[in-house]
């Protein structure tokens, strides 16, 4: 073997040794500007309960839309309002996301909300109902059986309840009915939108893409935003050769925490100076143990409660002093507080302290 082709085979093996993680899909970073998922919503009722929904006699709006939805089918129930006392129906409210390019005809998934008091919509069946957009206009009609998947039982002294009973899913239950029109390829000059906005990133996709396509086609508007010309091209023919192309992401050193419940994240370009820590607790525990003081039976007198109390205190006396060095990464970090014993509660009050310090490299986030 030459010594060209071994240091071929030496650059491939150093190529395949990059971990492949560190660069993603530009379409999964990315959406393209004007092209988005529209929110539907209506109201409608579910029918087929077993004795589960709705009470008439409360829920006024439940009663109109039955009569109402009875009146359209030819029946009269007008004049016996009061005799109107079934459980198996109940008023919900309907929701969806009409994705873009959502042809009519195609099928999309609603969730289904119980509106009044009904404490279980499983078994039931949602009846035609429009789904409107923020414009007024009619874009799907959903109906079909209801899935909750939750179990909810009880008896006279008990109940079980797993899930939520009064929301479902209905997969594929509206029709699209009406299209939102979006000429892809009659706009030449089109905008890619970050998901995460980042100066870096940004100007990586647009080398990436003027690499793929072999010109000045992209370039960086803001952290959030690439422009691309693609006049005189195959705009969704060069629309999917884009997306599919790998960057690898940037993101700043932010540190989020969340004190009401302990969370603590980090990301991987979080650093710190060099700082001594000690971190101790002061735990007072006190045991009150009553005891009974009982007279000797020739002695006369009466039994007499004698308080017994028990102190502890934990002052945390073989903690030590740990250093973490500067521009530790984010494993090392992790390693040194855990070799100090400290939990994610402590972390909090390290972090903060560690900030306020101006050893923290990092954005800290609270939440």
Same mark, same amino acid.
């Given at each position: ?5 071994? !240091? ?17 899909? !530009?379409?999964? =970073? ?8 529209? #929110? ?67 099928? =999309? ?33 959903? #109906?079909?059986?209801?899935?909750? /998947? ?33 000429? %892809? ?17 940004? /100007? ?67 650093? =710190? ?39 502890? !205190? ?15 990464? %984010? ?18 009050? =390290? ?17």
């Amino acid at each position: 073997m030459t010594i060209t082709a071994r !240091i071929l085979c030496l650059a491939a093996a150093l190529l395949a040794a990059v971990p492949a993680a560190a660069q993603v899909r !530009i379409k999964d =970073i990315a959406d393209l500007e004007g092209v988005r998922r529209n #929110q539907l919503v209506g109201y409608g009722l579910v029918v087929g309960l077993n004795g589960t929904g709705d009470k008439l006699d409360s829920a006024v709006f439940t009663r109109e839309s039955l009569v109402a939805m009875l009146e359209r089918l030819g029946v009269n129930t007008r004049d016996q309002l009061g005799k109107l006392s079934t459980k198996n129906a109940a008023a919900v409210m309907v929701t969806a996301e009409l994705p873009g390019f959502a042809r009519s005809g195609s099928r =999309i998934d609603v969730g289904i909300s119980a509106l009044g008091d009904a404490t279980n919509l499983t078994g039931g069946t949602l009846l035609v109902t429009p789904l409107l957009a923020a414009d007024g206009q009619v874009y799907a009609v959903a #109906q079909g059986a209801l899935s909750t /998947g939750a179990i909810a039982a009880k008896g006279n002294a008990g109940s079980v309840t797993r899930g939520v009973p009064t929301a479902g899913r209905i997969a594929n239950g509206a029709t699209v009915e009406r299209e939102v029109q979006y000429a %892809l390829g009659a706009h030449p000059s089109l905008h890619l939108a970050l998901r995460n906005p980042d100066l870096t990133t940004a /100007g990586r996709m647009a080398d990436a893409i003027n690499a793929s396509l072999g010109g000045g086609f992209a370039r960086a508007l803001d952290p959030g935003t690439v422009q691309l010309e693609l006049a005189g091209r195959d705009v969704v023919g060069t629309l999917a050769r884009i997306e599919d192309l790998r960057v690898e992401p940037d993101s700043p050193a932010v540190v989020i925490v969340e004190e009401a419940s302990g969370t603590v994240v980090m990301g991987a370009n979080v650093r =710190i100076s060099t700082v001594a820590i000690a971190q101790g607790n002061l735990t007072i525990r006190v045991t009150e143990t009553p005891e009974v003081s009982q007279p000797n039976a020739l002695a006369g007198g009466s039994s007499v409660k004698v308080d017994r109390t028990n102190l502890q !205190i934990d002052d945390s006396h073989d903690r030590k002093l740990g250093i973490v060095r500067a521009n530790v990464t %984010l494993r090392d970090l992790v390693a040194s507080l855990n070799a100090l014993g400290v939990g994610p509660r402590d972390l909090i009050s =390290i972090l903060q302290s560690i900030k306020a310090a101006g050893a923290l490299q990092a954005d800290l986030q609270l939440r």
